[in-house]
C-alpha cells in the first residue's frame, strides 16, 4: 500500500505498527527531512484512505493526532497543511499565509444537539444549589469511583419507569459519556477475552466506530429493514455495538424476529457473541412508545443477559457539556469492570453528579424531557414542510417517529446523473465555501461497495430560521452544480 505526494512516499505495511502509527511516522519524518514544508497541504483523509487501500477512520486517526502535536493545521474550507511549530519556525522558512479561521458563530450547520435555548436554567440552579449547600464529603474526595450513589439510584428509577428496565444500583458505573462507556467495556473484555473481532453496524456513527478500532479490525454488521443482522458464521470471540432501539443514522428499529435471532446467538453454547446496547437519543419517540432494551426481551435468559452491557447518557438530554453517561453491566461482571475502572483511571466529574442526581430526584429531568419532546416535534415538522418545498427534486426522506434528526437521501437518478463517486460529500465541500456545514450519509460508512448518499439533517440543534436557511443554501447548492 503505497501513495506518492511529490518526493515523499507513503507506505504501509502489514507488519509491525498499527497502520495508523506508520502513517503519523512517515509524516513526521517528510517534516523533519524537509521533504514536507512548511504550507504544504496534504490529501484529504478520504483520498489517502482510498490511494493507500484503508479505512478512513486510519487516516483521521493519524491527522487529528498530528494536528493535535502541532505537525498539521486543519484549516477551515481549505484542508490540512504542515503547521509552523515552535521547533520549526526559524527565521529561513517562509510561512504560506493562511486565511482567518471562521469561528463557530459564522457557521451554519444543522446540529442534532440539544436546543441549550430551551434549557431550565433556574431549575437547574436551584439543584447545583441544594446539592452543594451541605456537600458530601466523599464527592470533595473523588471516593464514589462508580458513580454518586444518588445518581446511580436514580438512574435506575428512571430506566425502570420510562424504559421498563429492570435493575440494580450496583450494576450502574457513571463514565464522561457514551465513547466513554465504550473505552471501558472494551478494556474489560479485553481482559476477559482474547483475540476479540469488534463489530460495528453499517451505517454507524464514525466517532464510535473509531473508538472500536483502537483495540483492533473492526467488521460490518449490514442492515436492513428489521436492524443489525445477525452474523451465523463468525468463529471465535465477537463483540456487537448495535443502536438497536433506534438505528444511527438510518433510524429503524430492531423487529422482534431479528431481536429473536439475537437472542438465540447470546443462548447459543457454541457461539461467543457479546452485545453493546447503545440507547442513542431514545428519549425522544414522537408516535407510539420506544422499545424495550435488548437486555428487558422477555425470551432473553439470565446466561445471555450477561453477554450485553447497556450504554446510555445525558448529554443528548441535557446539555453536551456535561459529558456524563453510564453503563448498566451485568452483575457477574461489576467487579472486572471497577478492576479496569482503577487501571485506567475515572474520566466523569463527581462534583456535577449530585446536581444531576437532585434534577432527576425533584422531577425536572421528566419535566424537561416531556417540555423538549413537544418541542422537538414540532421543530422536526418545521424542518419537514422546509424540506418538502425546497428539495423534493433531489432527494426523498421517510418522517422518523423519533430522535433528534432527519434523514435524506439522494435520489438513484441523481446520483446516476454525476460523475462523482461521494456527491453526497462534492456537494458538502461546496457548502462549506459558503459557511454552511452539513453531515453526509456517506462519511457513516466504512465500506465503499455498500455506502448510500445523503444528509444527515440535525432539527433539534438550530433555530427554525436556520434550518430555512441552510435548506435553501442546500437546494441552490443541487440545482447550480448538478446536471
Known amino acids: 500500500m503505497k501513495y506518492a505526494m511529490g518526493s515523499l512516499r507513503f507506505s504501509l505495511s502489514e507488519e509491525g505498527a498499527p497502520y495508523y502509527q506508520q502513517l503519523m511516522d512517515q509524516v513526521r519524518q517528510g517534516i523533519e527531512s524537509g521533504e514536507l514544508m512548511v504550507g504544504d497541504k496534504l490529501p484529504s483523509s478520504r483520498a489517502l484512505a482510498e490511494s493507500l487501500g484503508v479505512s478512513r477512520s486510519t487516516t483521521s486517526r493519524a491527522y487529528e493526532q498530528l494536528v493535535a502535536e502541532g505537525f498539521l493545521v486543519s484549516e477551515e474550507k481549505r484542508g490540512v497543511f504542515v503547521a509552523v511549530s ?47 449547600l451541605n456537600p458530601d464529603l466523599a464527592v470533595l474526595r473523588g471516593d464514589y469511583s462508580t458513580g454518586f450513589p444518588d445518581l446511580k439510584a436514580a438512574i435506575v428509577d428512571y430506566l425502570y419507569r420510562v424504559r421498563g428496565m429492570c435493575c440494580s444500583p450496583e450494576q450502574v458505573i457513571v463514565t464522561a459519556g457514551s465513547r466513554d462507556s465504550l473505552t471501558l467495556i472494551q478494556h474489560t473484555l479485553s481482559a476477559m477475552k482474547t483475540d476479540i473481532q469488534w463489530w460495528a453496524e453499517e451505517a454507524a456513527y464514525p466517532p464510535m466506530r473509531e473508538t472500536l478500532s483502537h483495540y ?40 422482534s424476529s431479528r431481536r429473536q435471532q439475537w437472542i438465540q446467538t447470546l443462548q447459543n453454547t457454541a457461539s461467543d457473541w457479546w452485545l453493546i446496547d447503545d440507547d442513542y437519543d431514545n428519549e425522544f419517540v414522537y408516535q407510539g412508545r420506544g422499545d424495550v432494551p435488548l437486555t428487558q426481551t422477555a425470551s432473553m435468559h ?37 478492576k479496569t475502572q482503577r487501571l485506567i483511571g475515572v474520566s466523569a466529574s463527581q462534583p456535577i453528579q449530585p446536581a444531576v442526581a437532585d434534577f432527576m430526584r425533584q422531577g ?53 446523473a454525476q460523475s462523482e463517486k461521494y456527491l453526497d460529500e462534492y456537494i458538502a465541500q461546496k457548502l462549506e465555501q459558503e459557511n454552511v456545514r452539513i453531515s453526509t450519509l456517506s462519511s457513516h460508512y466504512a465500506d465503499d461497495r455498500t455506502f448510500r448518499q445523503g444528509f444527515v439533517l440535525g432539527f433539534s440543534g438550530p433555530t427554525e430560521n436556520n434550518m430555512l436557511r441552510v435548506i435553501e443554501r442546500l437546494a441552490a447548492c443541487l440545482s447550480n452544480h448538478l446536471i
Open 86 to 132: 515552535t521547533a520549526m519556525r526559524t527565521e529561513s522558512v517562509p510561512a504560506r499565509a493562511s486565511i482567518q479561521p471562521i469561528s463557530d458563530e459564522e457557521i451554519l450547520r444543522l446540529d442534532s444537539g440539544v436546543d441549550v435555548e430551551a434549557f431550565p436554567n433556574k431549575e437547574w440552579a436551584a439543584s447545583m444549589r441544594r446539592s452543594w
Open 216 to 255: 483492533g479490525s473492526v467488521k460490518s454488521l449490514s442492515l436492513d429493514d428489521e436492524g443489525a443482522c445477525v452474523q451465523d458464521k463468525a468463529e471465535g470471540c465477537n463483540v456487537a455495538l448495535l443502536t438497536a432501539n433506534r438505528q444511527y443514522p438510518l433510524g429503524m428499529s430492531m423487529s
Open 302 to 338: 439470565d446466561e445471555a443477559r450477561d453477554r450485553v452491557f447497556f450504554v446510555g447518557s445525558f448529554s443528548k438530554v441535557l446539555f453536551r457539556g456535561l459529558r456524563l453517561g453510564f453503563i448498566v453491566a451485568p452483575l457477574a461482571h461489576i467487579e472486572q469492570l471497577k
Open 364 to 416: 425536572g429531568f421528566d419535566r424537561h424531557i416531556n417540555r423538549m419532546r413537544r418541542h422537538y416535534r414540532i421543530k422536526r415538522d418545521v424542518l419537514l414542510e422546509i424540506l418538502e418545498k425546497h428539495l423534493v427534486d433531489w432527494c426523498f426522506w421517510k418522517k422518523p417517529r423519533g430522535g433528534m434528526h432527519v434523514l435524506i437521501e439522494l435520489k438513484e437518478d441523481v446520483i446516476a
